[in-house]
Nanobody
Framework: QVQLVESGGGLVQAGGSLRLSCVAS????????IQWHRQTPGKQRELVAS???????AYANSVKGRATISRDNAKNTVYMQMDSLKSEDTAVYYC?????????WGQGTQVTVSS
């Protein structure tokens, strides 16, 4: 039983930046992997970034060089810094966590990038 709450989305101009947050109700130490996904109506769900228990990050090619996933264990929070935002980044962003063999998901936060 894990609650995940995303925040930090909003409307930003192309070329701007946002930092998304995912606050977990349980310790990040107990989570094997935490991921950010995004969903746009009419498009396939896309895995954007992952961070593993030891801290190793991984990124989709679409955001590589523009996104940075990080973790603050003391605050039970995972972040994704997004820079040089493009219109194609517009989506609802969800965080998910794998803990003891079960996946948990947050409610999502909307990111809208204007041209």
């Amino acid at each position: 039983q894990v609650q995940l709450v995303e925040s930090g989305g909003g409307l930003v101009q192309a070329g701007g930046s946002l930092r998304l947050s995912c606050v977990a109700s349980e310790s990040l130490i107990s989570m094997n992997v935490i991921q950010w996904h995004r969903q746009t109506p009419g498009k396939q769900r896309e895995l954007v970034a992952s961070i593993f228990s030891e801290g190793t990050p991984a990124y989709a090619n679409s955001v590589k060089g523009r996104a940075t996933i990080s973790r603050d264990n003391a605050k039970n929070t995972v972040y994704m810094q997004m820079d040089s935002l493009k219109s194609e980044d517009t989506a609802v962003y969800y965080c998910g966590a794998l803990r003891y063999g079960l996946w948990y998901w947050g409610q999502g936060t909307q990111v809208t990038v204007s041209s």
